[in-house]
């Protein structure tokens, strides 16, 4: 059990990746891909069942054993890193090198978006080579009950509403000046209980409701 403590550590052990890797980083990355390409849309992942250390979810811990890999520098927040027990279960299920700049990383992974670092301080890659930017991943996510916020863009038939929380609260304001460098800018995966979300830099605000 994950929370039994290693009588030679004092730690819980290793939690386990996924039950069936290859199955399920298919699934999961599909989840993913469908996410980005019709941003705002809720894809399930119901199929899903991993129990990482906390304060990281079931969710996010799933985009990151599909996504992350050696090649992939990861930034964690204030109270994932402050776990070992995480930074142990991304080490050893990923290879990802984990990293302290916000601006060095390919992924981060975000335990308490209301208090998240401003979006810019993340890689917002090049005109040369924007697909060096950094992908944030937004832990504990619930879609609805937040700011509603109109999406429009590629993927997007004419508008969608979108109101995931908890985020802090210039989120939409960084996200609406994040759309106006495109190419350049970072994308945003949420990651709710069951399920997952995304904002590719493309996606653009255009109305908000208080």
């Not at 996010?60 to 520098?73: C, I, R």
């Amino acid at each position: 059990m994950q929370n039994t403590l290693d009588a030679s550590t004092g730690r819980a052990p290793l939690a386990a990746g996924f039950r069936d890797p290859v199955h399920d980083a298919q699934g999961c990355f599909r989840a993913i891909m469908n996410a980005m390409a019709r941003p705002g849309t809720i894809q399930s992942l119901d199929a899903i069942d991993l129990q990482p250390p906390k304060p990281l979810t079931c969710t996010a811990a799933a985009v990151a054993l599909t996504l992350f890999d050696y090649d992939t520098p990861v930034w964690l927040d204030r109270p994932l890193m402050a776990s070992e027990d995480v930074k142990a279960f991304l080490r050893f299920h990923t290879g990802a090198p984990i990293v302290t700049a916000p601006v060095e990383a390919a992924f981060a992974l975000v335990s308490d978006p209301a208090h998240m670092p401003p979006l810019a301080g993340f890689n917002q890659g090049s005109a040369e080579y924007p697909d060096t930017s950094t992908t944030v991943i937004l832990c504990g996510q619930d879609f609805s009950g937040g700011e509603s916020v109109t999406l429009q863009g590629p993927g997007i038939k004419d508008t969608l509403p979108f109101a995931p929380h908890p985020l802090p609260p210039v989120f939409w304001d960084q996200i609406a000046a994040n759309g106006r460098q495109f190419p350049r800018g970072i994308d945003i995966i949420f990651a709710g209980g069951r399920s997952l979300s995304a904002l590719p830099r493309s996606t653009r605000i255009t109305g908000r409701e208080a």
